[in-house]
C-alpha cells in the first residue's frame, strides 16, 4: 500500500523556468511534509518541508504548496538550474513520530 | 554539514553468506539511526529505527532474525543480512538524526546507501 505517491517518475524542464513535481498521499494522519533531493551515489538530502497547519513554504527558488483537502503537496523551483537536476523524494509523517513515508521519487532533468 | 558514512558502497556476496552494513555519523552524535530498503523504481521503505544501547524496532513485514541491527554507540549502527538469498538485493540506506536536534523532523541526515547483490 503506497501511501505516499509521486505519479511522474521523470521530468524535464528548460533552464530558467519553472520545475513542478507532485505528491499524493492516502493517509489522512500525515501532517509532515519534506522533500528530499538524492544525486547518484549519495543520500537524500533535505530540501525543504511543510506543516499542515500551512499551506505555503518558500525558501529561497523553492517552493512547497499543500493542499489539504485534495490531499496533494507540490515543489515549485524558479527558476530551474541545471544542479537542479536529482531526484526529488516527497516525505511524509506524523508530528512526534521520526517515521518518513517516502514517494518513489521524480527524476528531474533540468535542458541547458 | 552533518555527515553519514557508509560502509561497503557496494557488495556482492554468494547466497547463504552474511553481510555486514556499517552507517556511521562523521561529526554528530545520533542516538536514533534508521534502516531503509529501496528497491529499483521503489520508493525507500523503512526497516527498522536502531536505537544507541537498546534493541531495534522494527517494521511489520521485516525479519529481525534475518536483519540483525547493532546500535552499539553514538556514532555507529550495523546492520547484518543474514543467510543472504537473491532477493535480498537492494539498495540499503541509514540515516541518522543528531541528538542535539530533537523534534525536528528534516534532521535525518542519509548516508550514500550500499548496493548489495546477492549471487
Known amino acids: 500500500d503506497q501511501q505516499v505517491k509521486q505519479n511522474s517518475p521523470s521530468l524535464s524542464v528548460q533552464e530558467g523556468r519553472i520545475s513542478i513535481l507532485n505528491c499524493d498521499y492516502t493517509?489522512?494522519?500525515?501532517?509532515?511534509f519534506l522533500w528530499y533531493k538524492k544525486y547518484p551515489a549519495e543520500g537524500p538530502t533535505f530540501l525543504i518541508s511543510i506543516s499542515s497547519i500551512k499551506d505555503k513554504n518558500e525558501d529561497g527558488r523553492f517552493t512547497v504548496f499543500l493542499n489539504k483537502s485534495a490531499k496533494h503537496l507540490s515543489l515549485h523551483i524558479v527558476p530551474s538550474q541545471p544542479g537542479d537536476s536529482a531526484v526529488y523524494f516527497c516525505?511524509?509523517?506524523?508530528?512526534?513520530?521520526?517515521?518518513?513515508?517516502f514517494g518513489t521519487g521524480t527524476r528531474l532533468t533540468i535542458i541547458p | 554539514g552533518a555527515v553519514v558514512s557508509q560502509h561497503p558502497s557496494r557488495v556482492i556476496c554468494k547466497s547463504g553468506t552474511s553481510v555486514k552494513i556499517e552507517c556511521r555519523s562523521l561529526?554528530?552524535?545520533?542516538?536514533?539511526m534508521f534502516w531503509y530498503r529501496q528497491f529499483p523504481k521503489q520508493s525507500l521503505m523503512l526497516m527498522a529505527t536502531?536505537?544507541?544501547?537498546?534493541?531495534?524496532?522494527?517494521e511489520q513485514g521485516v525479519e529481525k532474525d534475518k536483519f540483525l541491527i547493532n546500535h552499539a554507540s553514538l556514532t555507529l549502527s550495523t546492520l547484518t543480512v543474514t543467510s543472504a538469498h537473491p532477493e535480498d538485493s537492494s539498495f540499503y540506506i541509514c540515516?541518522?538524526?543528531?541528538?542535539?536536534?530533537?523534534?525536528?523532523?528534516?534532521?535525518?541526515?542519509f548516508g550514500p546507501g550500499t548496493r548489495l547483490l546477492v549471487l
Open positions: 516525505a511524509a509523517s506524523v508530528v512526534g513520530n521520526e517515521k518518513l513515508t
Open positions: 493517509n489522512s494522519m500525515f501532517d509532515y
Open positions: 561529526d554528530f552524535q545520533a542516538t536514533t
Open positions: 536502531s536505537n544507541e544501547g537498546s534493541k531495534a524496532t522494527y
Open positions: 540515516s541518522a538524526r543528531d541528538q542535539k536536534e530533537r523534534g525536528f523532523q528534516e534532521t535525518q541526515y
